[in-house]
Nanobody, 123 residues
Framework: QVQLVESGGGLGQAGGSLRLSCTAS????????MGWFRQAPGKVREFVGA????????SYADSVKGRFTISRDNAKNTVYLQMNSMTIEDTAIYYC????????????????WGQGTQVTVSS
């Protein structure tokens, strides 16, 4: 089992920045690729980005590419989502997820999920 706890959400301004953190406990963090997903009201959960087990590889949804950055610190069992140049469309509940070995853009392929953290961007 892997337990994931997100933090860092809240209210941000359009054009501003927030950083989300997701701390894992349980099994070996370095065995898991990590993903960030989000779900806005009335919409399906969508892929935001993912990072490989070592942190050497990342991928992003087109909607956040160039604005969001994922990183991880395996010594701290933590993955981060740095969100810059935020827009109102970034308002959603953000979830981190862990997938055994190889990252994916498909939420159904992830093994463990955090409880989510709300991000609200105001104009």
């Amino acid at each position: 089992q892997v337990q994931l706890v997100e933090s860092g959400g809240g209210l941000g301004q359009a054009g501003g920045s927030l950083r989300l953190s997701c701390t894992a406990s349980g099994r070996t963090f370095g065995d898991y690729a990590m993903g960030w997903f989000r779900q806005a009201p009335g919409k399906v959960r969508e892929f935001v980005g993912a990072i490989s087990r070592s942190g050497g590889g990342t991928s992003y949804a087109d909607s956040v590419k160039g604005r969001f950055t994922i990183s991880r610190d395996n010594a701290k069992n933590t993955v981060y989502l740095q969100m810059n140049s935020m827009t109102i469309e970034d308002t959603a509940i953000y979830y981190c997820a862990a997938k055994w070995r190889v990252a994916s853009t498909h939420p159904d392929e992830y093994n463990y999920w955090g409880q989510g953290t709300q991000v609200t961007v105001s104009s």
